[in-house]
């Protein structure tokens, strides 16, 4: 059976909006193929475009001047394409 790894695509917007674009590996214990993962993953989000990448197991970008009362910890949802 065929391994159907995803790699997701997120951006992350501090408080002075700088902006850094991550591409993750993200875990599909499921083994879904790419419509059926995607499907669900955009039933996680939040207002149908954000998340929090700790939530998945992603590493979540950030700026070394991070400041707890300003930025946060929410990433945009760019996309999901599986790793060839």
């Known amino acids: 059976m065929k391994k159907h790894i995803f790699i ?7 408080a002075a909006n700088y ?3 991550k591409e993750s590996i993200i875990k599909n214990p499921n083994n879904w193929d790419l ?5 669900w ?7 149908q475009l954000w998340f929090n990448p700790l939530d998945f197991g992603l590493p979540k ?4 001047n991070y ?3 300003l ?3 929410w990433c945009e949802f760019i996309g999901l394409k599986e790793k060839k």
């Open 35 to 39: 419509k059926t993962f995607k499907k």
């Open 19 to 21: 902006k850094l674009y």
């Open 8 to 14: 997701i695509k997120y951006l992350y917007r501090d």
């Open 67 to 69: 400041n707890p009362e």
């Open 71 to 73: 930025d946060h910890d």
């Open 41 to 47: 993953f955009k039933l996680q989000l939040i207002d």
């Open 61 to 64: 970008p950030q700026f070394p």
